[in-house]
C-alpha cells in the first residue's frame, strides 16, 4: 500500500483538528481539548510558529498526523525533536502507517544532526509502548512530567 509521508499545511487544518480530537477521545481526554481550527490554523501555520506537522496518507487519503517541535539538550549540545502528537486512525493501524511516520521523523533528526528524538506516552497504553519498544526506544525511569497551566500558570507568571 502506498503511504506517504508529507509536511502539513493550512489546507489541513480541519483534518488535524479531528485527529487531535480522535487522539484526545482515545486518551480518556476529550474535555482537556480547548483549541479549534482558527487555534490549530494560528499555532500550527502561523508565521511565528515553532511547531512543525507531519500528515500520513493511504491513496492520497489522510489516515494519520504528527506534530513536532525542536528541543535542545545542554548536555548533548545538541538539538532533538520531541514528538508532540502521533495518531493513525484505527481502521489502518498495523499498515506501517505509525513507524513510517517515526522513521520519518528519525530521518529528519538525523539530517538535522539532532542527538535525540523524544516523546511521551500513557503509562495504561500498552499497545503504544509495545510498539515504541519494538524497534528500540527506551522508556525514560526515573523522570516525571511537571507541568503549569491555566491559573496556576497565569498566577506563577505573575509572581
Not at 499545511?9 to 479549534?36: C, G, N, P, S
Not at 484505527?90 to 516523546?119: F, M, T, Y
Request: proline share 4%; hydrophobic share 40%.
Amino acid at each position: 500500500m502506498p503511504l506517504h509521508i508529507r509536511p502539513a499545511t493550512i489546507d489541513d487544518t480541519a483534518q488535524i483538528l479531528r485527529f487531535i480530537i480522535d487522539l484526545a477521545i482515545y486518551e480518556k481526554a476529550e474535555h482537556e481539548v480547548k483549541t479549534d481550527a482558527a487555534g490549530i490554523q494560528n499555532s500550527l501555520f502561523g508565521a511565528d510558529s515553532t511547531s512543525h506537522g507531519l500528515i500520513c496518507e493511504l491513496d492520497g487519503v489522510p489516515i494519520g498526523y504528527a506534530v513536532y517541535f525542536f528541543s535542545y539538550s545542554t548536555w548533548l549540545g545538541k538539538h532533538g525533536i520531541y514528538l508532540e502528537d502521533l495518531y493513525v486512525s484505527p481502521d489502518q493501524r498495523k499498515i506501517g502507517a505509525g513507524k513510517a511516520l517515526l522513521r520519518h521523523l528519525a530521518q529528519l533528526a538525523v539530517s538535522k544532526g539532532c542527538g535525540r528524538l523524544e516523546w511521551g506516552v500513557l503509562d495504561w497504553n500498552t499497545p503504544a509502548i509495545d510498539f515504541y519498544e519494538s524497534f528500540g526506544a527506551k522508556p525514560q525511569d526515573g523522570w516525571t512530567t511537571y507541568r503549569l497551566t491555566g491559573p496556576a500558570l497565569l498566577d506563577f507568571a505573575q509572581g
